[in-house]
């Protein structure tokens, strides 16, 4: 009589966490121990997403207790408020939008995301500007009264080219279209826009295919711009693309970039988020082999040019 009322308690008790479970009462990190981890990345052009889906690869492999998928999204924003929501369990953005949402600047103004924490920076992504190759357009100034796509809406990308813009003055001289990567690109290949920004690691899939097939061209930004905005803005970092990258394009061209992040939300549990990160960093071979950009990743690089704290598991992972 006594087991059966053991045994009746410990199935109600069962019965009552699961519910709590159900109804997330228990707090975000311990329900995803054993549950999916939601990879928010870019759209299919870009690079966050195949380096996304190789994290997940990466983690259906290794980690046996976790199933993990990446989705496309519409990039740094998107990325950023879906974590803060809860809607993902970990996501790649630029570091200069993760510095302005985490104290509520810009496009987050009065809209703190003080639930981000980092995990590492990634890789330098490259701010190019293109044309097609036949392109009468060589310079800024020749965008004038234009269309140009200047990324997709609330993506790092469209502040990029928002700042560039307004630092040559010409900001309220074209015309915005707001579109992703791949769709930007084949705007350009029908000629149904002058030129595109995408702010994405080099080589850019993308601009390799227009390259390939009509031809590209990008435009180099001016030295005194490139200062101008390095004093600015302390997140852009003067890069150079080399000459040959891209077919046809011989020359180097000036450029900036800012830097690829993984952020989390600080909730997510600690072993969780350690465990995700040394997975990453023990099997960075598989991202190398989705995406040149994977080659550039190392652990001696994680905490170059982080914004914002860092998850404790991160801070347990690399020791700080």
Do not use: C, W
């Not at 809406?153 to 900001?171: C, F, M, P, V, W």
């Not at 595109?196 to 930004?221: C, R």
């Not at 905490?303 to 801070?315: D, K, M, T």
Request: charged share 20%.
């Amino acid at each position: 009589m006594v087991e059966r009322i053991i045994i009746f308690i410990i199935g109600l008790s069962l019965i009552f966490l699961l519910s709590l479970l159900i109804m997330g009462i228990f707090p975000y990190e311990e329900s995803l121990q054993h549950s999916a981890v939601i990879i928010g990345t870019g759209s299919t052009g870009g690079t966050y997403f195949p380096l996304g889906s190789g994290m997940a690869r990466i983690f259906n492999i290794y980690l046996k207790d976790v199933v993990s998928s990446a989705i496309v999204s519409q990039g740094s924003v998107d990325n950023i408020n879906m974590i803060d929501n809860k809607e993902v369990q970990l996501a790649l953005a630029q570091n200069d939008v993760v510095y302005y949402a985490y104290n509520g600047l810009r496009m987050f103004e009065g809209k703190e995301r003080n639930s981000l924490r980092a995990v590492a920076t990634l890789y330098p992504e490259v701010i190019h500007v293109v044309v097609r190759k036949d392109s009468p357009v060589n310079n800024f100034n020749d965008l004038i009264g234009k269309k140009v796509v200047v990324g997709a809406e609330r993506s790092g990308t469209a502040i990029n080219a928002e700042q560039i813009l307004k630092a040559y003055d010409i900001y309220e001289e074209i015309e915005p279209v707001y579109l992703a990567f791949d769709e930007a690109i084949d705007q350009i290949r029908s000629g149904n826009v002058a030129a595109a920004f995408l702010t994405i690691g080099t080589p850019a899939k993308v601009v390799t295919e227009l390259a390939n097939d009509v031809g590209a061209k990008i435009i180099a930004i001016d030295q005194d711009i490139i200062e101008k905005l390095e004093e600015e803005y302390p997140f852009y970092t003067a890069v150079i693309i080399p000459g040959r990258t891209y077919q046809g394009e011989e020359e180097d061209k000036k450029t900036l970039a800012v830097k690829a992040m993984i952020v989390v939300n600080k909730e997510l549990g600690n072993n969780l988020v350690y465990r995700l990160a040394q997975a990453i960093y023990e099997h960075v071979d598989v991202l190398a082999e989705v995406h040149d950009k994977g080659k550039v990743i190392s652990l001696e690089a994680a905490l170059e040019g982080i914004p914002i704290p860092l998850h404790p598991g991160a801070e347990d992972y690399f020791g700080r």
